[in-house]
């Protein structure tokens, strides 16, 4: 009996037969101590006695994090509430799609077999994953999902120059056009990004932590929603870059970002470690969020 509306087989336009007719996902939880969780898939599974990562069909109603997240929770019990996502990468093959969801644990995460699907679950440092007999899918992906196993996307937010790039009369009410920037960087702590101009590939999504760094008259701006405000003493643009270099030493492996138009800004903030990108580009992101 099926138990979702998206289970069954698609034959894909690359010659095989995929699980799942709105596409399938996985999540790919990691631990810095225990390395990742991997699922030994049943003898009688499609592809049995491989391994690879807890995940199933997308249903209709649901995206592949939601997809990803139910899979997990069925096949490995893992609690949604002990893990944070972080990126997803999709393979598309046109009919068909696969999405990686790449997630950290938080604290000591406890796995348990559930159903018949799984034979073992095991966390498997990840220099040691290639040499486990792999779904073939996910040996292929491996090389880069591994590469960005632990990173986070952190977006520094120039608030001033963002603010300022739209004349939509933000001059009148400077602390005002700064909290409706956060209330809309919220929206993509829930939402994710997907722009080219961000890290790794156009197959990957993020979803972001952003510091959104006010000056002057929106000094008074406050926190809110998973966006962090940093209120510059005096100059905002150095403030920005202390902010983006923090970050880039605090956690060298994470992708820093610093959104601004200006120049000298940008040359700064290259030099620091962090890549830029400019207003319109978050502006379309906020749009589409």
Not at 191 to 216: F, M, N, T
Request: charge should be negative; include cysteine; hydrophobic fraction near 45%.
């Amino acid at each position: 009996m099926l138990r979702g509306d998206g289970d069954g087989f698609v034959r894909c336009t690359c010659g095989a037969r995929h699980w799942g007719l709105y596409g399938a996902a996985g999540l790919l939880l990691h631990d810095p101590e225990r390395g990742v969780l991997l699922q030994h898939r049943a003898w009688w599974t499609h592809h049995g006695g491989t391994w690879a990562l807890p995940g199933g069909a997308v249903h209709s109603s649901e995206s592949a994090l939601r997809a990803a997240l139910r899979e997990a929770e069925e096949e490995a019990g893992i609690d949604a509430g002990t893990v944070t996502a972080t990126a997803e990468s999709t393979v598309d093959h046109g009919n068909w799609r696969y999405t990686t969801v790449l997630a950290d644990a938080h604290g000591s995460v406890e796995e348990r077999m559930r159903g018949t699907e799984s034979a073992e679950l095991r966390w498997v440092l990840p220099e040691d994953v290639a040499g486990y007999p792999l779904h073939r899918d996910f040996a292929a992906a491996w090389p880069s999902l591994r590469e960005q196993l632990g990173r986070r996307l952190v977006l520094v937010v120039d608030a001033a120059n963002v603010v300022g790039s739209r004349p939509d009369g933000w001059w009148r009410d400077r602390a005002g056009a700064s909290a409706r920037l956060r209330d809309r960087l919220a929206a993509l702590v829930r939402a994710g990004v997907h722009d080219p101009g961000l890290p790794a590939s156009a197959a990957w999504a993020w979803w972001p932590r952003p510091v959104l760094v006010v000056e002057g008259p929106a000094r008074g701006v406050s926190p809110a929603d998973g966006v962090e405000v940093v209120a510059a003493e005096r100059d905002g643009d150095s403030a920005i870059v202390e902010v983006a270099a923090a970050a880039v030493t605090a956690r060298p492996r994470d992708h820093v970002v610093v959104v601004t138009a200006d120049r000298e800004l940008r040359a700064r903030v290259t030099a620091a470690g962090a890549g830029v990108l400019g207003p319109g580009s978050l502006l379309r992101l906020l749009d589409e969020a």
